[in-house]
């Protein structure tokens, strides 16, 4: 059985940081690129950051780029999203995501296969 359990989100400041962790089960981790997405309340989902699956290669949305770092350990099943200089427009629902099996990495939601249910993240002003 598939599980993408997200963990690490809450309540900070703005200019704080969070580390978001989400643990993968019943699937070959390695050979997945792995993705954040995020969906503030009347919004739609938007994609955050991914990482490859075999190189590590990483890609960000302009609005995290710098402040956000996406990383995996495939030793542990665990991708990982440290989020740095948070703004109150980073509050939404954080979800991490797995992609087709040993697929490119993408930037849209119609390309991952595998979904957790969610963290909130909340930045207050």
């Known amino acids: 059985q598939v599980q993408l359990v997200e963990s690490g989100g809450g309540l900070v400041q703005a200019g704080g940081s969070l580390r978001l962790s989400c643990a993968a089960s019943g699937f070959t981790f390695s050979s997945y690129a792995m993705g954040w997405f995020r969906q503030a309340p009347g919004k739609e989902r938007e994609f955050v950051a991914v990482i490859n699956w075999r190189y590590g290669t990483t890609n960000y949305a302009d609005s995290v780029k710098g402040r956000y770092t996406i990383s995996r350990d495939n030793a542990k099943n665990t991708v990982y999203l440290q989020m740095n200089s948070l703004k109150p427009e980073d509050t939404a629902v954080y979800y991490c995501?797995?992609?087709?099996?040993?697929?490119?990495?993408?930037?849209?939601?119609?390309?991952?296969?595998?979904w957790g249910q969610g963290t909130q993240v909340t930045v207050s002003s």
């Open positions: 995501a797995a992609g087709y099996k040993y697929r490119d990495s993408s930037d849209y939601a119609r390309d991952y296969v595998y």
